[in-house]
């Protein structure tokens, strides 16, 4: 054969061998993945091991944090969730990842959430000194000065809020025997959408984006939902994000002088350099503040509703201690009363514990040195972390993990809840997550919880619709999510819900 045909020849066998070399390198891979990868002692489901795909598609379901739950269930403490990632259900694990001296950062799954690549906020910055200055700057927006500052713009939207339900409860019925005087059934969790959007849209921009008052206003929390929702997808398979895949496969999901927190914001500066944020830094935190600050305090309000709502005795018990502690509605504001109130705290953790507004997974990746979590030397390099929702449904810290039990908060020896035993479960408990990234905004979350229940509670008695099951779990639906007495989240980092659908009426 002639040179010249030879080389005719070249390019035609050069794409019969390509797909034969793909095929083997894919091969490869997987045998690596499978046999050979540092992680490959560690049991989880085949997929998992083999792509990142695996949690991607658990992503886009929304039940990233049940697949969690379910893995642990079935393999135990330490789940391989990713080919180079490790899931953990312990306290122990949760405080040497989280913790202050934990050699690791946070996982290069953050690079998803950062609004442009100047306009990353505290919660999406990797690397920890950035984390650090920012966290400076940004904390005295949430002191505790500042907090009370802000405490009228709070209680305008939270009035408005009690009085939408007591408007909403006479609005087109006509009291009988069977409605014991109680009004329409509300939809708790739009109610908790708008009050907590419009509490954040003011302290903010100085604006409320007006939800309790005006339907037409209320097309944004489908788009921030959806934002969060995008940003979890691409962060647990960055190419998509990287490549701006999302546009082409989630179009649906791509889509004046008072002290609000600008003005917080525009005046902290930071104690060791002097300086503030920029203006990319304040839109990156601008970004946070609306999706951390409102779709993760309505989703513990909902929660907390739809845990009394279903448990007529601790309603009891919360409309007591409400009800003992205050003589008038006006009463009741942030100060030593209302911090007081140690049932309404109890039953806010208790949901949280059993429905957190975050309920996967949050990653960090080992630096090198590698880091021993749990009795085991994790080499640099590898993704960890703790789910939320399946170490705080871990009957080694919460025995009865499914049933809500607020009292497992509150120490009484004689009811058999002692020091050790809250200790326990406040030690698996991280519905803000924990250490020098745990979440900024607790005390201000725990304000709004707190002084919203306080006076609705208050001002009215309420109960679950008769005939409604919205919010619950059901036997047809998959495994995780078939308990009638579960408040049921979609995982879209933060996350989506409905329900409960609840009658008030005035106080008896």
């Known amino acids: 054969m002639s040179l010249a045909s030879t080389l005719s020849a070249t390019p035609l066998?050069?794409?019969?061998?390509?797909?034969?070399?793909?095929?083997?390198?894919?091969?490869?891979?997987?045998?690596?993945?499978?046999?050979?990868?540092?992680?490959?002692?560690?049991?989880?489901?085949?997929?998992?091991?083999?792509?990142?795909?695996?949690?991607?598609?658990?992503?886009?379901?929304?039940?990233?944090?049940?697949?969690?739950?379910?893995?642990?269930?079935?393999?135990?403490?330490?789940?391989?969730?990713?080919?180079?990632?490790?899931?953990?259900?312990?306290?122990?694990?949760?405080?040497?990842?989280?913790?202050?001296?934990?050699?690791?950062?946070?996982?290069?799954?953050?690079?998803?959430?950062?609004?442009?690549?100047?306009?990353?906020?505290?919660?999406?910055?990797?690397?920890?000194?950035?984390?650090?200055?920012?966290?400076?700057?940004?904390?005295?927006?949430?002191?505790?000065?500042?907090?009370?500052?802000?405490?009228?713009?709070?209680?305008?939207?939270?009035?408005?809020?009690?009085?939408?339900?007591?408007?909403?409860?006479?609005?087109?019925?006509?009291?009988n025997s069977e409605s014991k005087g109680y009004g329409e059934p509300i939809e708790i969790s739009d109610q908790a959408n708008y009050l907590t959007f419009d509490i954040m849209g003011d302290l903010c921009f100085g604006k409320a984006f007006g939800m309790l008052e005006r339907p037409g206003n209320r097309f944004a929390i489908d788009l921030i939902g959806n934002a969060a929702h995008r940003h979890l997808i691409c962060g647990t398979y960055l190419p998509i994000h990287e490549w701006h895949l999302d546009k082409f496969l989630f179009r649906k999901i791509a889509a004046g002088h008072r002290k609000d927190f600008f003005y917080h914001l525009l005046k902290a500066k930071d104690p060791e350099t002097g300086n503030g944020f920029t203006t990319p830094e304040l839109w990156g935190e601008s970004n946070l503040l609306i999706i951390a600050g409102s779709d993760t305090t309505s989703t513990a309000l909902a929660a907390t509703i739809f845990y009394l709502a279903h448990n007529s005795s601790k309603l009891q018990k919360a409309n007591e201690e409400v009800r003992g502690a205050f003589s008038n509605v006006e009463d009741i504001n942030i100060g030593p009363t209302l911090g007081s109130l140690q049932y309404i705290r109890a039953c806010i953790d208790e949901a949280m514990r059993l429905s957190p507004s975050v309920g996967g997974l949050l990653p960090r990746q080992v630096l090198p040195g590698g880091v021993e979590i749990d009795g085991q030397l994790i080499p640099e390099g590898t993704i960890v972390g703790v789910p939320h929702y399946s170490i705080q449904h871990n009957a080694s810290y919460y025995p009865e993990p499914f049933v809500f039990q607020p009292e497992r908060w509150i120490a009484n020896p004689g009811c058999g809840v002692t020091t050790e035993s809250v200790a326990l479960a406040q030690s698996a408990f991280c519905p803000f997550s924990i250490g020098p990234r745990g979440c900024i905004g607790k005390g201000m979350a725990y304000h709004e919880l707190t002084l919203t229940l306080a006076r609705m509670l208050f001002l009215y008695d309420m109960r679950l619709a008769p005939g409604s099951n919205l919010g619950e779990g059901r036997p047809d639906l998959e495994h995780g999510r078939r308990r009638a007495s579960e408040f049921q989240l979609k995982d879209t980092f933060t996350s989506m819900k409905s329900g409960p659908m609840v009658q008030f009426r005035a106080r008896q």
Request: proline share 4%; charged share 20%.
């Open 13 to 175: 066998s050069l794409l019969t061998l390509l797909p034969v070399a793909l095929a083997v390198y894919f091969v490869g891979i997987v045998v690596y993945r499978l046999y050979l990868h540092p992680l490959a002692k560690y049991p989880g489901p085949f997929l998992a091991k083999i792509t990142d795909l695996h949690q991607t598609y658990h992503a886009l379901k929304g039940d990233r944090h049940l697949e969690f739950w379910r893995c642990h269930e079935k393999y135990g403490p330490v789940v391989r969730f990713g080919p180079n990632s490790l899931s953990f259900n312990s306290n122990t694990a949760l405080k040497e990842i989280y913790g202050f001296k934990s050699n690791v950062r946070k996982a290069d799954f953050y690079q998803a959430f950062w609004a442009s690549k100047d306009a990353f906020s505290t919660h999406s910055s990797i690397d920890k000194s950035v984390h650090a200055r920012k966290r400076r700057v940004l904390s005295q927006a949430f002191s505790d000065a500042a907090i009370k500052s802000m405490e009228n713009h709070i209680l305008a939207h939270v009035r408005q809020f009690c009085q939408n339900l007591g408007g909403l409860t006479t609005f087109g019925s006509v009291p």
